[in-house]
């Protein structure tokens, strides 16, 4: 009886941490490289949240860093271009282009999309960057939880607490001084879901 139990058990524990796993993405040294952007300007860290706009909750968080290189963290995320390499979550050469690409797909349908976005100095950026490439793969709903665990341990941010909500980790980066917000209305007009066909439109563009 106590066997069966011990078995039961770990079959439980076995059924969640698959539950819990994230798949890895580790594309080569090369194609890192060569997709290598840096953008213009000071160093800047922006929050990225997709809000559902029927009910105002949020769907997903992601946090671009545009420091030494641009960098965009984009936890258990779902969109994804052949042009685009990615390392667990962290997506490389995220120029100007693929940005609106990315942005249209977190706004399409009924959701839109307020960008937040702060200087910060190169140092920070850098500790930013070092953290989320070493975060690792993120599981499902823990978007607005990596995110913010990564900002709780960064000079600037540490007001900043540990959540898995999106709206919530948008109003708490709402308090960083300096903080410039813009929100970005979806393209496609009532649809419920149109990232398959949105998604269908990038890559054939490529």
Do not use: K
């Not at 078995?7 to 194609?31: F, R, T």
């Not at 249209?104 to 307020?114: I, K, L």
């Not at 540490?158 to 410039?180: H, K, L, W, Y």
Request: some cysteine.
């Amino acid at each position: 009886m106590i066997r069966a139990a011990r078995l039961a058990v770990a079959g439980v524990l076995a059924l969640v941490l698959a539950a819990c796993s994230a798949e890895s993405v580790w594309d080569s040294d090369e194609a890192v490289a060569r997709a290598t952007y840096v953008a213009p300007g000071p160093s800047t860290v922006t929050l990225i949240t997709s809000i559902n706009t029927r009910n105002g909750s949020g769907a997903h968080s992601g946090l671009l860093i545009d420091g030494a290189q641009r960098l965009l963290f984009d936890p258990a995320g779902s969109w994804h271009n052949p042009g685009v390499p990615e390392r667990n979550d962290v997506l490389f050469g995220m120029s100007p282009a693929y940005m609106d690409m990315y942005l249209a797909f977190q706004s399409n349908g009924v959701f839109e999309v307020r960008t937040q976005t702060v200087e910060v100095s190169p140092a920070v950026a850098q500790q930013l960057s070092q953290a989320v490439q070493s975060y690792g793969a993120v599981s499902q709903a823990y978007c607005s939880r990596s995110i913010t665990e990564i900002l709780s341990q960064t000079p600037g941010f540490t007001s900043i607490r540990p959540t898995f909500f999106p709206t919530n980790t948008m109003e708490q980066f709402a308090q960083i001084p300096g903080v410039r917000e813009a929100t970005i209305v979806g393209t496609t007009g009532d649809e419920d879901d149109a990232s398959d066909a949105v998604l269908a439109a990038q890559l054939a563009g490529q």
